[in-house]
């Protein structure tokens, strides 16, 4: 959760350090845009890694990694060097090495709590970020670049430092594995994720559900700066305040998960939860309000709490044991796969058609997603038991 602090200062301040570097939309998004490409290309390979390999030890290293090249960025920006270029290279940097790191976490937390606990496990874990990076972290942004452009880079560096220190010193012994069998090859090990996931008909929609709603975030996040900045005309304190209210209606939602999901099931509350984003995201795109954009974030936010801690509970429990990593990171990458093009989407449609269109973009989007949700709505799908062709000998190790 420290390294979720640092994370919401970067994912605040690189917004900010491109729109004082460019005043082209398109140019900022490809920032964000770069930050979900590593996903589509080594997504696939950090989840059959992850399997593989101690996930607490590849989380701390990953996590000293990661401070070591923020600390170098950071001090690049004090030095007056940074670019666009640069900017877009830390993204996927950064990102590449969080393709083994968020499939490591996720693997391991099924290891150290009962299933029947995932969902509140997931809540309490995603509201702890929510207070750790959005709440504390991202209204600290406009205070700490007005002491220093480079000081919320440096601060996420020492975060992630710290974070590695932790981890590495935790004791819990790691999950045992079964042997691997002969013949096992990291390409093996991707297809068999790739097929797990296809042969649950609940997890592939909901896939496919998710993969619509990340290319229309894509289009929302890349321009959010310049929604709030340039369209609302509500400077850096705006942005601050927009972001900040998108994590209170997380945390907000983390805490209602307890009641919503058991009332309607997992699977018809993440179905909720589009449905209402759409709404927001209208409001975000027609109303020329900050007080109107921060209360739909808000509940954009708490809606998207519930999308988020349902979703990572469905695959946590629906995925053979052994298989988590795979299955995970064949998930996440077909699920991002769109969100680069959604950022450069819009980028584009916010250079010719007007700041506020990408929120139209999202909703949109979201429509789409929430169309395709509709079949899988029943959670009576059986769920699928690793005793075929594709998972026998997994299972069997």
Known sequence: MLSSFGDALRTAALPLLAASLTDRPLLIAAVTACG???????????????????????????????????????????????????LVALAFTLTTLQTLFDNAATALLPALVDRE?????????????KVTGGLLGAPAVPVLTAAGTALP?????????????????????????????AGSTLRRDVTDGLRSLWRDRALRGLCASTALCNTGMGALIATLVVLVTGWLDAGSGGYAAAVTAYTL?????????????PALGALRTVLLAGAVQTGALVVMGTVRSLAALVAALAVFGF????????????????????????????????????????????????????????????????????????????????????DDGVTTAHAAR
Do not use: C
Request: aromatic letters at 6%; proline letters at 5%; glycine letters at 10%.
């Open 36 to 86: 979900y490409l590593p996903w589509i290309v080594f997504g696939l390979l950090g989840g059959a890694v992850a399997d593989r390999v101690d996930q607490r030890r590849a989380m701390w290293t990953v996590d000293a990694v990661r401070g070591l090249l923020v600390a170098s960025f950071a001090a690049a920006v004090a030095l007056g060097h940074a670019s666009i270029a640069l």
């Open 117 to 129: 606990a995932l969902s509140s496990a997931n809540a309490r874990l995603m509201t702890g970020q």
């Open 153 to 181: 880079f440096a601060a996420d560096a020492a975060t992630f430092l710290v974070a590695a220190a932790l981890v590495a010193s935790l004791r819990t012994a790691a999950p045992e594995r079964t042997p691997r069998p």
């Open 249 to 261: 209606g997380g945390l907000a939602g983390g805490v209602a998960n307890r009641w919503i999901t």
């Open 303 to 386: 809606m998207g709490m519930l999308w988020n801690v349902n979703s990572t509970t469905l695959m946590q429990q629906r995925a053979p044991a052994d298989m988590l990593g795979r299955v995970g990171s064949a998930f996440r990458t077909l699920a991002v796969a769109g969100a680069p093009l959604g950022a450069l989407l819009g980028g584009a449609a916010a250079t010719a058609w007007g700041l506020n269109t990408p929120a139209l973009l999202t909703a949109a989007f979201f429509v789409l997603s929430v169309l395709s949700l509709i079949p899988v709505r029943k959670e009576d799908v059986p769920v699928v038991a690793p």
